[in-house]
């Protein structure tokens, strides 16, 4: 099945930019997302890239795609405080209906 | 509002003792999973359903089993539950025909079993 990986801590200053990165093994994956879980909180879809592009931007969210190397990475440009959350990387894959996980990292902003 | 609600948010049981974790949601979505989160392993998808009557395995369903009767309720079912089902989960539902395949989650209920 699809395998996602993500490195599991990631720790940035107040202000610098966070790049979490996340490889994933379906090459056939049509949607990638990247989730965000805050404290005691559920997921919430922060942003997504269609498998056609290699880059979205959306304020300070910058979303990369390597299809070739199949790899995915989220930038956060000017970290916040309110930024510290689990990042968790997904990938559509085995058809519509079947969304894989990563194991999530955990971004801890300092001030 | 629109949103995903689970109960009980939190519980504590004994191995054996048969428990029910309700999921409703009032967005008429036709897909609906359950996932359960754990350190250092991320969501692992348990069941899923892709309409009323219509339910599928994931990829740790063993322990579990799920029912969806009406449209808004998946409940999730323990029948003898056992200290390695500690964990914490969430219910999730989607639209057929959203493209994107956005999932939408409820807020996860954390479950201690003795």
């Known amino acids: 099945g699809e395998d996602v990986e993500q490195s599991l801590f990631l720790s940035v200053r107040e202000g610098d930019s966070s790049v979490i990165n996340c490889t994933y093994t379906d090459s056939s994956s049509t949607y990638l997302y990247w989730y965000k879980q805050e404290p005691g909180a559920g997921l919430q879809l922060l942003t997504y890239i269609f498998s056609n592009m290699d880059m979205k931007q959306d304020q300070r969210l910058t979303v990369l795609l390597n299809k070739k190397d199949k790899h995915l990475s989220l930038r956060i440009a000017d970290t916040q405080t309110g930024d510290s959350a689990i990042y968790f990387c997904?990938?559509?894959?085995?058809?519509?209906?079947?969304?894989?996980f990563g194991t999530g990292t955990k971004l801890q902003v300092i001030p | 509002e629109a949103q995903v609600t689970q109960n009980p948010r939190y519980l504590i049981t004994v191995t054996g003792k048969k428990l029910t974790v309700t999921c409703s949601q009032n967005m008429n979505h036709e897909y609906m999973s359950w996932y359960r989160q754990d350190p250092g392993l991320g969501l692992r998808q348990i069941y899923y359903s892709m309409n009323v009557e219509v339910t599928d395995k994931g990829d740790v369903p063993e322990g579990y089993k799920v029912s969806r009767k009406e449209k808004r309720n998946f409940p999730l079912i323990l029948e003898s539950p056992s200290p390695n089902q500690t964990s914490l989960y969430f219910c999730?539902?989607?639209?057929?025909?959203?493209?994107?395949?956005?999932?939408?989650f409820g807020e996860g209920s954390r479950l201690t079993v003795l």
């Open positions: 997904a990938v559509n894959s085995g058809g519509y209906q079947k969304v894989t």
């Open positions: 999730a539902s989607r639209p057929d025909g959203l493209l994107t395949g956005e999932l939408f």
